[in-house]
């Protein structure tokens, strides 16, 4: 394999916005293109009665009852829907998303690494072709749409956007999961032989099925199949698997997958023998899930009709939510770990086809999905990606700019990125973190907190949440806490003065950019390069002679505490990426039409064709003086088109 030698990094995205009208403000309806939406809706009053608005927390050292086993750093990723990886990753391998490598070093120089899923229910109707032409790494054939509620099309992919994906992680500690097409038995093993060998160490396995649970509802499979058809199908997989050059990929798979649908269960599965027996070839153990959907708004059904916004939000206000929704895979869990198989939430964000607008985007699902993401580390999950679909996407974590607009907008940042970006700095990069909620207050379900254990059980954070909207004060919270004691017969532990960071905003309601994590935003929808704006803001709260501290939460609010002083790599500007182009030829890449959609009802049209500018780029000095002018990737070669890459600390 040849190595090309310069790297072009676009800051533009693939799509197009579409708007849609609303038709009745209190439904989930379409209002818009997600990153244009700008619904707001009115924050619940507050509870009655009222939760204590100061409490205290005994923690202990050397280890408590009750916490996480040890979760590895690299704990929080995304999933991409196949269909839309050339919006969000890049044109192609010469042409790599500035924005996105941006974000995904923000996670990894938190923690050290992040884990990436591109697939999706497009995966299963995916072939893998060597080349599409016109430096295209995917195009669609919508003539084939399948009669299903995900409408998924046939896919074709090149191995173009395989080496796509190996050059973002030549840039950033990027590792890969891919999935093995599954809508038949015929099992198209061309992206397991191109996948190992262009991604190599920074492939980490292949899924087998993608919610299983809904083929034969959607047409995938006979309406009778059941979870014993997907185990034969698993094992019809393997058998296909037996040539020696697969393995490694044999013993790299992810199964079920399924999102608890149609009377599927993982405990079905695991009592009838999936994993005793394909014990060797599990590497993971996944499961999908949304807490609810948005479906009725986008696929018309009288037994689903649109649900009430309005009325749905408070639901997301709440620590019951992700209580209800993760407890149900303790078993699952326990049974993982007694497998010795890593659990993964494959798949998830707040709700499914598309999200809710005025909800997905709002501060209160950033207090939700980082709320979500703890408590599934406090289950022994090891590890939850949120989805990432198309442009009328209300969950996105992040959605680039459409092509007819690259010229004046650029990404949006969304809600549920800030609570990956804050769940990276909870774990840190010891891979010895454990978590462990609370039931703080009382069990107060509107001011949940979570211990976060490191190096042997020793206490190194408190992450403590405010679900209440409340702009005079009066419903914000004061956690007074003290690590060791006479209380628990050990030493005092409490040290002189913590770190806090802060996760704030005025209101629930609020939409993206009004965001803050210690004091950085990364703007309004539609204007972030991955970079965060601002200088951060980390406080000093001094600690009591009595071996108490206390902190306060605002309403609403999330404080992050360090008892430590936080990760060097966390708390130093990050390392980003900014281009600095020179085109120096006309017409030097073209991408041709295309129409992109993603599962859950996400439907982009790429109407016209996008193509190079002639002239000249302005050039911006890198703050850190550091310019790279020539790299080496692997792919194709580029040439006509030079984009230099500043390392930039912000």
């Known amino acids: 394999m040849k190595l090309a030698t310069l790297l072009t990094l676009s ?26 939406n700008t619904t707001r809706l009115t924050p619940p009053g507050l509870p009655n009665p009222m939760p204590a608005t100061n409490y205290f927390i005994q923690l202990q050292t050397g280890g408590t009852p009750g916490a996480s086993m040890q979760l590895p750093s690299a704990w929080i990723g995304f999933s991409i829907e196949m269909s839309v990886a050339n919006q969000v990753l890049g044109h192609n391998s010469t042409l790599i998303q500035v924005p996105f490598l941006n974000l995904m070093q923000h996670i990894v120089q938190r923690s050290g690494g992040v884990n990436v899923r591109v697939g999706g229910n497009t995966q299963d109707y995916a072939s893998l072709i060597p080349d599409l032409g016109d430096g295209r790494i995917l195009e669609k054939d919508t003539a084939f749409i399948t009669a299903n509620p995900t ?83 698993l094992k019809a997989l393997v058998q296909k698997m037996s040539d020696p050059r697969y393995d490694t990929a044999k013993r790299s798979l992810i199964a079920p997958s399924i999102a608890n649908a149609n009377g599927w269960t993982p405990k079905q599965l695991w009592d009838l023998g999936l994993v005793d027996q394909l014990n060797e070839n599990l590497k993971f153990l996944a499961v999908e899930r949304y807490p609810t959907d948005n479906c009725g708004a986008i696929f018309p059904d009288p037994n689903n009709p649109p649900k009430d916004i309005q009325a749905t939000f408070p639901t997301f206000l709440s620590h019951q939510s992700p209580k209800d929704l993760v407890g149900g895979y303790f078993e699952d869990s326990a049974f993982a770990q007694s497998k010795q198989k890593p659990f993964l939430m494959f798949e998830t964000n707040t709700a499914s086809c598309g999200g809710f607008p005025g ?25 939850a990606m949120f989805h990432v679909g198309g442009q009328r996407t209300f ?21 549920v990125y800030y609570s990956a970006l804050v769940m990276a700095e909870v774990m840190g990069a010891s891979n010895t973190t454990q978590i462990l909620d609370l039931n703080a207050n009382s069990g107060n379900v509107f001011t949940p907190a979570y211990a976060v254990y490191e190096n042997g059980g020793q206490p190194s954070k408190l992450a403590l949440f405010n679900y209440m909207d409340d702009a005079t004060g009066g419903a914000a919270i004061t956690v007074t806490f003290a690590i060791g004691g006479s209380g628990v017969n050990q030493a005092n532990g409490t040290p002189g003065s913590v ?23 990364f703007g309004p929808p539609q204007t972030s390069d991955g970079r965060l704006i601002g200088t951060e803001d980390v406080q000093t709260v001094n ?21 430590n002083e936080p990760n060097p790599q966390a708390a130093s500007p990050s ?55 020539s790299m080496a990737l692997v792919g194709s070669l580029l040439v006509g088109v030079v984009v230099l890459l500043d390392l930039r600390r912000q």
């Open 151 to 233: 409408q998924t099309p046939p896919l074709l992919l090149s191995w173009d956007m395989l080496y796509l994906m190996a050059n973002i992680s030549t840039f950033t500690n990027v590792r890969w999961y891919l999935g093995i097409p599954f809508n038949d038995t015929n099992f198209r093993l061309d992206i397991v032989d191109q996948g190992e060998r262009i991604l190599g160490d920074h492939l980490l396995g292949f899924q087998a099925g993608n919610e299983p649970d809904f083929y034969g509802a959607h047409g995938h499979r006979d309406k009778s199949y059941s979870p014993q058809g997907y185990i034969d199908d």
């Open 11 to 36: 800051l533009s995205a693939l799509g197009v916005f579409a708007d849609v009208t609303v038709q009745h403000l209190a439904q989930a309806t379409m209002v818009a293109s997600g990153a244009h």
């Open 359 to 383: 909800i997905s985007d709002s501060f209160g699902a950033v207090l939700w999905a980082l709320d979500y993401a703890l408590q599934m580390g406090h289950t022994n999950f090891s590890g």
């Open 575 to 629: 390392k980003t990426f900014s281009t600095t182009a020179i085109t120096q030829t006309r017409n030097t890449a073209q991408v041709a039409p295309e129409v992109l959609a993603t599962s859950n009802g996400h439907q982009d049209v790429a109407a016209k064709k996008f193509s190079t500018s002639f002239g000249s780029g302005n050039k911006n000095s890198a703050v850190s003086g550091s310019e790279i002018s």
């Open 499 to 521: 770190k806090v960071k802060y996760l704030a905003s005025s209101s629930v309601a609020d939409n993206r950019g009004n965001f803050t994590w210690a004091g950085q935003t």
């Open 395 to 415: 969950y996105n974590p992040f959605t680039a700019a459409p092509t007819n607009e690259t010229t004046f907008h650029q990404w949006t940042v969304g809600s």
């Open 543 to 563: 600690c009591n002679p009595d071996n108490t501290c206390a902190v306060r939460v605002p309403s609403p609010g999330f404080a992050l505490v360090f008892f």
